[in-house]
């Protein structure tokens, strides 16, 4: 595994350097694996949506996959260093610099991921729809980064593992529905303020589309 060090950037390049690393060389089966299955899906969302199956319900199952699933595979952030977190504090860095350099892996490959689905949207729809695919692309960086600030944040309050060393047990499954449920809230309120945002904006502004999505 030979990635270019890219540059430093206050210290960002060097800590996302080293996620990705640590991405490639563990879950590089994962990973092709799981961007196969986001084209795939992308044709197939088409099809279900021909076939009667409401919006709300497809939306419902690839936000399903996003919160529950994603965050579970791609932890190259501060949940798969919670040996090292000394290390990371003793780093001559920024706070800031090394938060976005922790996050910036996960943040890239889910975008990745969605960039995937709404790819292989496009090539099975019609050309009317490709505004909206756009406009969905525009803002799957931003939510994406919103995810896992909050789901780093709720971790960096209150650190665990990912996944259990030893057996299974009650307290870990409790622990993850209720940081689970605290994540879907925070999304929801951060989400909400944003939709607020650009329904403002789209209304005074003459209804432009693109100008919504980057705001």
């Known amino acids: 595994c ?9 210290g960002i390049g060097p800590l996302a350097w080293r996620q990705l690393t640590t991405a490639v060389r563990t879950c590089r089966r994962s990973l092709v694996l799981l961007n196969m299955i ?31 699933i994603l965050p579970r595979v791609l932890s190259f952030d501060f949940r798969g260093d919670v040996d090292h977190m000394g290390w990371l504090k003793s780093l001559p ?9 922790q996050i910036a892996v996960p943040v890239l490959l889910a975008t990745t991921f969605h960039w995937l689905i709404l790819t292989g949207v496009a090539f099975s729809t019609a050309s009317s729809h490709w ?16 995810h896992y600030v909050v789901e780093n944040l709720i971790f ?5 593992r990912v ?7 009650f307290e870990f ?12 809230f925070v999304l929801i309120l951060g989400l909400v303020g944003g939709y607020i945002m650009v329904h403002v904006v789209y209304v005074s ?11």
């Not at 996944?163 to 047990?169: C, I, Q, S, T, Y």
């Open 156 to 160: 960096v309050f209150n650190p665990s």
């Open 205 to 215: 502004c003459g209804q432009i589309l693109p100008l919504a999505a980057v705001t």
């Open 93 to 101: 860095f920024h706070p800031l610099s090394i938060f976005i350099g």
């Open 2 to 10: 030979n990635i270019p060090q890219p540059p430093r950037f206050w």
């Open 131 to 146: 505004p909206t695919l756009i406009t969905l692309a525009i803002i799957t960086l931003p939510v994406n980064f919103l």
């Open 173 to 184: 499954f409790g622990r993850m529905l209720i940081e689970t449920m605290l994540k879907i």
């Open 38 to 68: 986001a084209v795939v899906f992308g044709f197939v969302l088409p099809i279900a949506v021909r076939q009667g199956m409401s919006t709300w319900t497809i939306g419902g199952v690839v936000m399903s996959i996003s919160v529950m």
């Open 163 to 169: 996944m259990p060393l030893g057996r299974v047990d």
